[in-house]
């Protein structure tokens, strides 16, 4: 009789076991993240997005399943990314970077989409202002290019001999042209000139630093492109192989070797587009949440890599960094 009532039981259980994990299945909220850039060297932001969400009570994993879109250095696939997103119908869609961003826009005009980008998203048409977005989008402006000014201040100050600079940008990105003219500014006002130069791959970002040897500039400045923030490591091995003395946006080339980093916290942009995207799952709506600026601004210095190129940091610059390697 027990046996019987046993394998009663275990048939029972078969039944109802694909019911119970169909219902778990339906209630995981789901996000949809979309990236022009390769998986490898976005982890931090990624980690920013889940605290975010986390902080909302969705964990991924748990009643959270992420989709990610990453291009893997093939941007012509971006608005296919996004189209198939859209075609899932994902509750939110978290979109990385302007032209993911734009890509999201194109894809829908009813899916919420939460952006992080890093200049004024009214000139860029994604919201009618910055109070009152009013459409599906909303997110963080995390005000990275407009540092331009600031970052060739500070390489002033750390080599005042050197006359000449160079701004390695992407050639296409939308942030480029503000990033070079605010650092082109500064650098007249300083009597120091500036050198812009253009890379869009790998291989070109090679061709800049043997420029740059040739050209004998004196610093480099490293704008804000995820083309960039993917290869951090390979071009902080670069600025230590031709012994260049280099400014980034972001502190994870400073703790990856670079010399100095002055930018946003992106992290923590990121966790408040996590935060976002968690509320909207709860039912606001992008129109009613205004977009966010960031909070915090760091200035990272690497004393190991300022000693390495045989440089003494001032007392002044010293006196300002949030973090000092050693």
């Keep these: 009789?027990?046996?019987?009532?046993?394998?009663?039981?275990?048939?029972?259980?078969?039944?109802?076991?694909?019911?119970?994990?169909?219902?778990?299945?339906?209630?995981?909220?789901?996000?949809?993240?979309?990236?022009?850039?390769?998986?490898?060297?976005?982890?931090?932001?990624?980690?920013?997005?889940?605290?975010?969400?986390?902080?909302?009570?969705?964990?991924?994993?748990?009643?959270?399943?992420?989709?990610?879109?990453?291009?893997?250095?093939?941007?012509?696939?971006?608005?296919?990314?996004?189209?198939?997103?859209?075609?899932?119908?994902?509750?939110?869609?978290?979109?990385?970077?302007?032209?993911?961003?734009?890509?999201?826009?194109?894809?829908?005009?009813?899916?919420?989409?939460?952006?992080?980008?890093?200049?004024?998203?009214?000139?860029?048409?994604?919201?009618?202002?910055?109070?009152?977005?009013?459409?599906?989008l909303t997110g963080v402006n995390y005000l990275s290019s407009e540092l331009g000014a600031k970052r060739v201040g500070l390489m002033h100050e750390i080599l005042p001999k050197v006359t000449d600079f160079g701004v390695l940008v992407h050639p296409t990105y939308p942030t480029s042209a503000p990033y070079i003219r605010d650092a082109e500014m500064a650098a007249r006002s300083l009597g120091l000139r500036i050198e812009v130069l253009n890379a869009s791959n790998e291989i070109e970002i090679d061709s800049a630093f043997a420029v740059l040897s040739t050209r004998k500039l004196g610093g480099l400045l490293v704008a804000n492109n995820t083309l960039f923030t993917t290869s951090r490591k390979h071009i902080v091995e670069l600025t230590a192989r031709y012994a260049m003395p280099t400014m980034f946006v972001e502190r994870e080339f400073a703790e990856d070797g670079g010399l100095i980093s002055y930018g946003p916290d992106l992290p923590d942009s990121y966790r408040q587009a996590g935060v976002y995207a968690g509320r909207i799952l709860k039912g606001e709506k992008p129109a009613d949440l205004p977009v966010l600026q960031p909070v915090k601004f760091e200035l990272v210095i690497n004393m190991k890599t300022a000693k390495a190129l045989g440089l003494v940091m001032p007392s002044g610059v010293l006196s300002i960094a949030d973090e000092v390697i050693e």
């Design 1 to 136: 009789m027990r046996r019987r009532n046993f394998i009663k039981g275990i048939a029972i259980s078969a039944l109802v076991w694909p019911l119970v994990a169909r219902a778990q299945q339906s209630a995981m909220a789901v996000v949809g993240f979309l990236r022009d850039a390769k998986a490898a060297g976005s982890g931090f932001l990624v980690d920013g997005l889940r605290k975010g969400l986390a902080e909302t009570g969705f964990v991924e994993g748990q009643n959270l399943t992420i989709e990610y879109a990453w291009t893997e250095g093939q941007s012509a696939r971006l608005s296919t990314l996004a189209t198939e997103l859209v075609r899932r119908r994902v509750p939110v869609i978290v979109s990385s970077a302007i032209n993911a961003t734009l890509a999201a826009k194109v894809a829908t005009s009813t899916i919420p989409i939460v952006f992080a980008v890093n200049t004024d998203p009214v000139a860029l048409g994604l919201v009618a202002s910055v109070n009152h977005p009013g459409g599906n």
